[in-house]
């Protein structure tokens, strides 16, 4: 069963939170941003074409208007294909570890795993961002050499930032999964 | 002033798994409505503080540790207090190095370490402007309701107070140092404390010396001036009379060689008694440029075996030379509270000192002998206070710090800033055009028009700020401590609230990226 619920990211834009139980161990969940807007690329289209127009109209260079279709040819290929994540998928699974994905908007997919014996816990944590300062969810890696302290911390949902609300959810289910299996 | 980090094993990481109950439901409650003013948010968040009678208080200084010295200490043992009394405390200061971010202290006193320019002597760049998206960041997210903010020598104090203003909240601020008027630099930096502390709601000096030089400097009303001492830790200054020699009579000196500590008087000093007095010596601990005069004074009289100079010292090593001696000795020219002497009685020695600046408020006269400062004045009560010692008539180490550990207490520190808080939280806040007006009558035309033009763009900048990123956007950050403070509840139980054991303790493992 899925639930989907409305949370926003801490630019206040809405994003969406989706969990998917498969089984008490194994837990998913996905945070979508919005789409890539069409009004977005349009007036980033058009401001590139504009300034290379008056470049055209001061050098009278016909490779100024072909090179500024191929910049935004280009520029659109990478934004798509490295820069714009569509969603963000955190796969939970007791016993055996945790799955982290996200899907570009070209439909590119990248996806890592970490084992449960690497990972000492899931947090919440707060950083300093550009000029302000937010909470993030990061899983705490243990130090090879000192099994009681924590050697190095991945960040999750990094594009997509959600604030505290939507983080805690998705922490108090973790941690379920993850208290779970210290138990058993 | 070195460097020094010292991290503790022993404070572990408050992570939210076993700390912080998260509940989303209390955090809708708090935020404040999509199109509500900083000033009436603010102002709501206060009144919410003021019914339970606490406060939540944000203390902004370029010093902190890892920096040593006496503002950092005086700003981590009061917060200390003022957590054990119930109220928040989140201190502001600038990155140190690799220590940016957010980090966590001994009993949930949260630190942050924003990355801002250190330009010299470990004090920000004053621009009047950059540091504002940071510090209303953590003033609306802390839900801040007094800004405390300390040490004229700090530009991001001065900063603070100035934003605060412009945000609303109600601003102390600490003066912990005596100011000359005569050159350039203090004449710019007296300008600077009267645009800023202009409409600060309340100002508090170490001593009434230094209050008077504060009330000076920035043609402040002596009302709204308080005198708060600074305290010492009568624990790490214990007497130990074993380690004394007594077949002779040991006068200890700690102090800066430096001019203003009258080291020109100690060098007239040790010839004069050390010929009366074959069995007196002098341990000598501190450096300075005055060095010199003082090793001239005993190349010429042969005193090498009784004039021992043991050069600049750590503060933790200070106790083990001063229970050494039998006298203190202090020659200072001025001073604004002297800490030495306190620390020096507390030691249980006889203390003899010169009477200038605000030495005389600082012990009873019981335990203090003082002196004119001129060398004969002082050769005469350093003999008065030996013959004492010969005849046995001065009281036991013992007594004495019995009798000091009561007078400067961090907690007494701590009851008394809290009432300078409720006062100051119950004054208004003055609204923009009121504040103009305020700096052109108070500050001179010159100066006065400038920084209200600096106002007005300060004001402007929050104007900005809150349409790129409103205040409903940030998330209010969960209480480590304070009336609703999650870091006693089932962790910090275990852990002893002595606040000497596990001082600057850090939870090195918060490793953030910027």
């Not at chain 2, 709601?201 to 400097?217: A, D, F, G, M």
Request: proline share 5%.
């Amino acid at each position: 069963m899925a639930e989907n619920e409305e949370f926003t990211d801490i630019r206040g834009k809405p994003i969406k939170l989706s969990c998917q139980d498969y089984s008490p161990f194994c837990r998913e969940f996905t945070v979508s941003s919005a789409k890539l807007s069409l009004v977005r690329v349009m007036v980033f289209t058009c401001i590139v074409w504009l300034l290379a127009y008056a470049a055209f109209y001061l050098t009278q260079n016909t490779a100024v208007l072909s090179s500024a279709i191929f910049v935004t040819l280009c520029g659109m290929l990478l934004h798509v294909h490295f820069m714009k994540v569509d969603h963000e998928t955190l796969l939970v699974v007791g016993s055996l570890g945790v799955q982290l994905s996200s899907t570009y908007a070209s439909g590119r997919e990248s996806t890592s795993f970490i084992e449960m014996s690497r990972i000492k816990d899931i947090v919440i944590n707060e950083a300093i961002y550009m000029q302000t300062i937010i909470y993030y969810l990061c899983i705490l890696l243990k130090d090879p050499a000192e099994p009681e302290g924590v050697g190095s911390v991945v960040p999750l949902f990094q594009s997509s930032k959600p604030r505290l609300n939507c983080l805690v959810r998705v922490y108090k289910s973790c941690q379920e999964i993850l208290g779970q299996t210290e138990r058993s | 002033m070195g460097q020094r980090r010292r991290t503790d094993v022993r404070s572990r990481v408050p992570c939210p798994s076993d700390t912080q109950p998260f509940s989303p439901h209390t955090h809708s409650s708090t935020e404040t409505p999509p199109d509500t003013h900083t000033r009436s948010s603010s102002m709501s968040g206060c009144h919410g503080y003021l019914q339970s009678r606490k406060h939540s208080i944000c203390m902004v200084s370029d010093f902190f540790y890892p920096n040593m010295g006496g503002v950092e200490s005086h700003i981590y043992q009061l917060s200390q207090c003022l957590i054990e009394k119930g109220h928040k405390v989140v201190i502001a200061t600038h990155a140190y190095g690799h220590r940016r971010g957010v980090r966590y202290l001994t009993n949930g006193l949260k630190v942050y370490y924003l990355p801002l320019q250190v330009m010299y002597n470990q004090s920000t760049a004053t621009t009047c402007f950059h540091s504002l998206p940071l510090l209303r960041c953590v003033f609306l997210r802390e839900r801040i309701t007094v800004v405390h903010a300390h040490s004229s020598f700090s530009a991001m104090a001065h900063d603070a107070l100035f934003h605060a203003k412009t945000m609303g909240l109600n601003t102390v601020f600490t003066d912990h140092s005596l100011f000359g008027f005569a050159d350039l630099s203090s004449v710019l930096t007296n300008k600077l404390l009267t645009v800023t502390l202009c409409d600060t709601n309340h100002i508090v000096c170490v001593s009434y010396t230094s209050k008077e030089n504060t009330v000076l400097r920035a043609a402040l009303d002596p009302d709204i001036v308080s005198v708060i001492p600074n305290a010492v830790d009568p624990t790490d200054f214990t007497p130990d009379p074993s380690c004394r020699d007594e077949s002779k009579i040991t006068v200890v000196v700690v102090s800066r060689l430096v001019y203003r500590k009258g080291i020109d008087l100690l060098g007239g000093i040790i010839p004069e008694l050390c010929a009366k007095h074959p069995d007196l010596c002098f341990l000598i601990g501190g450096e300075g440029p005055k060095r010199l005069v003082l090793e001239e004074v005993r190349e010429k009289y042969q005193l090498h075996d009784r004039v021992r100079l043991l050069g600049a010292l750590d503060h933790k090593d200070v106790r083990d030379v001063l229970v050494q001696g039998h006298i203190f000795l202090n020659t200072s020219l001025t001073e604004a509270f002297c800490m030495a002497i306190v620390e020096g009685a507390s030691c249980g020695l006889q203390v003899v000192s010169t009477r200038v600046g605000g030495i005389p408020e600082v012990l009873p006269d019981e335990l203090v002998t003082l002196c004119e400062p001129t060398v004969s004045s002082l050769c005469v009560g350093l003999e008065k206070v030996i013959a004492k010692q010969r005849a046995g008539e001065v009281p036991s180490p013992a007594s004495i710090h019995r009798q000091v550990q009561t007078l400067y207490t961090w907690r007494n520190v701590a009851e008394r800033t809290e009432k300078v808080y409720d006062h100051a939280c119950g004054q208004p806040v003055l609204p923009l055009p009121t504040r103009l007006r305020r700096l052109r009558s108070h500050c001179g035309a010159v100066a006065g028009s400038i920084f209200s033009f600096v106002a007005v763009i300060d004001f402007l900048f929050l104007l900005l700020l809150q349409w790129l990123w409103p205040d409903d956007l940030m998330d209010v950050a969960l209480d480590a401590t304070g009336p609703a403070g999650h870091y006693q509840q089932g962790f910090g139980k275990e852990e002893s609230k002595d606040l000497n054991a596990a001082r600057c303790a850090v939870a090195d493992t918060r490793q953030l990226k910027c």
